[in-house]
């Protein structure tokens, strides 16, 4: 929150949640028709949401019209866009996991390095807004321009453990926390590829001479990026509803499938942190507020409002999951999906077109339901 004085920025936040993140187009889709010149120069997104915060930064034209292209992207998408998941490929990944597990972690085995191969989704990027290079060059044309303040694009690094937020280059200098830093560099496919990879199911990235899994991991302050860049007002659109709370009575529940205890990690990952940050965020705030403007050191209040949904993405998921691809269907039902808690897992992995086009006009209900909270809140920048 250290920032010298400076214009007003707006800045839009996309946490992750797989396929879960169409749902935030939704919310996009409704802002946009109201506000269709919407001036949000700093984006940053990690896991699903950094490829919805490179794709709206890297399209042309105004703020409505990048939007529409982001909403038609996510609704052509299907499965075979975004992973390989035919019987022979699914059923010889897991076979290897199983014969590693079994054999001590031998040589002879080959192995795996995860259970999808996500090949598809990267040259799906690659045609939607990158260059020959990898590079995406749509987001370096408007920094330079002044269109863009900055774009940021956060990773978890296999070999360090720190989180390493990626800068569009130009944009802003480097910074340092505990167990994260930024790097300025020309954005590319790669690093959004690198943000997308969850942990086992889809196959770590490369960048440079280190290996990169989901942004998501271990990232405890998902709005720092965004201060950091310049940010005084940040909208963040949430995938992942607060949970309720326990049941106090009744019979004890039967022994979570793997499933449910993947989806609770699916929560840590995906809301914790961005619920944790936001009410730092805001206890700050009211210190700054009730201190002398010369005891502030440098620093100021900023503005948040975090959207969370009023669906409930995992349970809509659990509604489509008869159309998952039948191998992959095989294998969630394996770990429980069918069972109580499964849907979180399934939203992870649910690119079916149906599933995806309810998840936007979800979004778009849900928006629409705080339209004058929202209004109220991006009005300066309209």
Not at 57 to 78: I, K, M, Y
Not at 133 to 154: F, N, P, Q, W, Y
Not at 167 to 195: K, N
Request: glycine share 10%; aromatic share 8%; with cysteine.
């Amino acid at each position: 929150m250290s920032v010298v004085s400076q214009p007003e920025e707006l800045a839009i936040v996309f946490s992750g949640g797989g396929a879960s993140a169409a749902y935030q187009v939704g919310y996009l889709w409704h802002i946009a028709e109201r506000h269709p010149r919407l001036r949000a120069r700093i984006l940053t997104g990690v896991s699903a949401g950094a490829v919805n915060s490179a794709v709206l930064a890297a399209l042309p034209g105004t703020f409505a019209e990048r939007v529409a292209g982001l909403r038609h992207a996510w609704s052509n998408l299907q499965p075979d866009l975004v992973y390989r998941a035919s019987p022979l490929h699914l059923f010889s990944r897991a076979m290897r996991y199983g014969l590693r597990l079994v054999s001590g972690n031998t040589k002879a085995v080959p192995r795996p390095q995860s259970m999808l191969d996500t090949a598809p989704l990267k040259a799906f990027l690659q045609g939607l807004v990158g260059e020959p290079d990898g590079r995406i060059g749509g987001i370096r044309k408007k920094i330079e321009s002044g269109e863009l303040r900055g774009v940021a694009i956060t990773a978890s690094s296999y070999h360090s453990g720190r989180s390493v937020t990626w800068l569009s280059d130009q944009s802003a200098g480097a910074w340092t926390g505990p167990h994260r830093e930024t790097r300025p560099v020309p954005l590319t496919i790669d690093h959004i590829m690198a943000s997308t990879a969850l942990p086992i199911l889809f196959p770590a990235v490369a960048v440079g001479r280190e290996w990169y899994g989901d942004g998501s991991i271990g990232f405890t302050s998902p709005f720092s990026p965004a201060i950091h860049l310049g940010a005084t007002r940040i909208l963040a659109i949430s995938t992942r509803k607060p949970p309720p709370p326990p049941k106090t009575t009744g019979d004890r529940a039967p022994y979570p499938p793997p499933a449910q205890i993947a989806g609770a990690l699916v929560n840590a990952l995906f809301f914790e942190h961005s619920h944790s940050d936001a009410l730092r965020l805001h206890r700050i705030n009211e210190l700054l507020r009730k201190l002398p403007h010369d005891a502030h050191a440098g620093l100021r209040p900023i503005e948040l409002c975090v959207l969370d949904p009023g669906t409930d993405l995992a349970a809509l998921a659990l509604k489509f999951e008869p159309r998952l691809p039948p191998a992959l269907r095989f294998l969630t039902r394996g770990l429980g999906t069918d069972e109580s808690g499964g849907g979180e897992l399934l939203s992870l992995l649910m690119f079916q077109g149906e599933y995806l086009a309810a998840l936007i006009a979800a979004g778009k209900r849900d928006a629409a339901a705080k339209a004058d909270q929202i209004d109220a809140f991006v009005e300066p920048f309209a």
